[in-house]
């Protein structure tokens, strides 16, 4: 098995499945079951996750969240 989950299902699978996630999380099933189908992870959940899958020695790319990419600096005139 690789150590990097590249996906949002792939990411549940591994922590248990969406049920276990939404309770490791104390988020609704079905949230939990949106985030497979959309692809993506809610930005509060970031730290929660990624820290248990260190725990678990496996990683996930952070595009799996809904987050703002950090700002680009400006050239100026």
């Known amino acids: 098995m690789a150590n990097k989950l590249n996906t949002t299902g ?3 699978d591994f922590l248990g499945g969406d ?3 939404a309770l490791m ?11 497979r189908y959309f692809g993506y992870f809610p930005a509060h959940t970031y730290l929660a996750i990624k820290d248990e899958l ?3 020695r496996r990683s996930a790319p952070d595009s799996l969240w809904a987050m703002t990419p950090p700002l680009r600096q400006r050239k100026t005139a």
């Open 10 to 12: 792939e990411v549940l």
């Open 19 to 21: 049920k276990i996630v």
């Open 25 to 35: 999380l104390k988020a609704k099933p079905k949230a939990v079951s949106n985030w």
């Open 54 to 56: 260190t725990r678990r």
